[in-house]
Nanobody, 124 residues
């Protein structure tokens, strides 16, 4: 079993950067497929980025590609999302998710464990 806790959200201006963290507990973190999702008010939860358990492969939604970077530290049991050049449309609650399945899944129903979320608000 994996327990997840996000941190690092906040209110920033457009063009700014933020780094989100997802701290995980559980012995299976190093082999878990990990991802970030986000959910804006009135919208469905959407895929943002995924990372292979080894950390050497990643996948991004088109809307964040070249601006966001996902990484993980299996020693610290932590996953990160570096967000640069933030836009107002990036405003959402950001969630980290874990699964024992194949990495790179982009559907929220494919993940077994979720954090409580952290709010990111980007003002114009």
């Amino acid at each position: 079993q994996v327990q997840l806790a996000e941190s690092g959200g906040g209110l920033v201006q457009a063009g700014s950067s933020l780094r989100l963290s997802c701290a995980a507990s559980g012995r299976t973190f190093s082999r878990a497929a990990m991802s970030w999702f986000r959910q804006a008010p009135g919208k469905e939860r959407e895929f943002v980025a995924a990372i292979h358990w080894s950390g050497d492969r990643s996948l991004y939604a088109d809307s964040v590609k070249s601006r966001f970077s996902i990484s993980r530290d299996n020693i610290k049991n932590t996953m990160y999302l570096q967000m640069n050049s933030l836009k107002p449309e990036d405003t959402a609650v950001y969630y980290c998710a874990a699964s024992g399945g194949i990495w790179g899944a982009t559907m929220s129903r494919q993940y077994d464990y979720w954090g409580q979320g952290t709010q990111v608000t980007v003002s114009s």
